[in-house]
C-alpha cells in the first residue's frame, strides 16, 4: 500500500528476532505532487519532528517494478541533503520491495541492472549528489513474510544493512545542527522554525525552485 501520511509506531523486530525494540517512522513522498502544498509542509514539519531525537537509518524504499528516479524523489533528496548535511547519505538504506522468491529469476536482469557497480542506481545517485557513502541495496520479499525463508532472509539481510550503517557511525544515532536547533524550541517556535529551515533549504536548491516543487517554497511562505 502507498503510504497517506506520517505514522510511527514501537516494535519488537520481528524477522530476525533480535531481541530489540524498533521506532519506525512511515512517510509518503513529501515532494510529490500528489500532495497540496501546504500538505506537503505540513507533512515535513511532522516527521521532522518525530526524528529530532535521532535516526539510526533512513530507509529509501522503492518499488522494484518502478525504480526511475523522478524529479519528485530527487528533490525531497536535495531538501533532506541542505537539511541534514552530506552525513544523512551515511545513514541511508536503499530498498527495493517486491522481489518475491516465485518472481526472482524474472527479476533477476533488474536486480543486476540496479547492483551494476558502474550505472546501477547507487551510481546514479552518486551522479546526482556525489555521494560521500555508498548505501548498501536491498531486494525484499513482500509476500509470505512470516512463513518464507527466502522473505526471512531478505529481512535477515535489511537488518544487517541497518546495522552496519549503525556501526559505521560507531552506534551512534545521526542528528545534526538543524535536529538540535529544533530541540531548542517548543510549540509554534518549534513549527515555525521548522517550516522556516524548509523554505530557507528549498529556496537554496536551485533544481526545486525551477522544477513544480517551487510551490512548497510559496507554501512555508505563507503558513
Known amino acids: 500500500a502507498v503510504t497517506k501520511q506520517i505514522g510511527s509506531c514501537v516494535r519488537p523486530w520481528r524477522l530476525p528476532d533480535v531481541r530489540r525494540m524498533v521506532h519506525i517512522v512511515d512517510t509518503p513522498g513529501m515532494c510529490e505532487s500528489t500532495y497540496k502544498d501546504v500538505e506537503n509542509v505540513h507533512l515535513m514539519v511532522e516527521f521532522f519532528k518525530r526524528l529530532s531525537h535521532g535516526v539510526s537509518a533512513f530507509i529509501l524504499v522503492f518499488n522494484i517494478h518502478n525504480t526511475r528516479l523522478d524529479e519528485y524523489t530527487k528533490n525531497m533528496l536535495r531538501l533532506f ?15 527495493f520491495t517486491h522481489v518475491d522468491e516465485d518472481q526472482r529469476d524474472y527479476l533477476e536482469d533488474n536486480i543486476e541492472a540496479l547492483s551494476d557497480p ?17 548505501p548498501p541495496v536491498i531486494f525484499l520479499s513482500n509476500s509470505n ?3 518464507s525463508m527466502y522473505a ?3 529481512f535477515l539481510e535489511l537488518y544487517e544493512a541497518v546495522v552496519s550503517v549503525e556501526e559505521g557511525a560507531r552506534r551512534a544515532k545521526f542528528t545534526c545542527t538543524f535536529f538540535q536547533e529544533m530541540n531548542n524550541r517548543m510549540g509554534v517556535a518549534q513549527d515555525n522554525f521548522i517550516v522556516q529551515s524548509i523554505r530557507s533549504a528549498a529556496v537554496s536548491v536551485p533544481q526545486m525552485i525551477q522544477s513544480g516543487t517551487k510551490n512548497v517554497v510559496s ?4 503558513m
Open 118 to 134: 558502474v550505472d546501477g542506481f547507487v551510481s546514479v545517485l552518486n551522479q546526482w549528489f556525489q555521494l560521500p557513502y555508498q
Open 152 to 154: 526471512r532472509d531478505c
Open 145 to 147: 513474510t512470516r512463513s
Open 219 to 222: 507554501a512555508c511562505s505563507v
Open 81 to 95: 541533503e541542505r537539511l541534514l548535511g552530506p552525513q544523512f547519505w551515511k545513514h541511508v538504506v536503499i530498498v
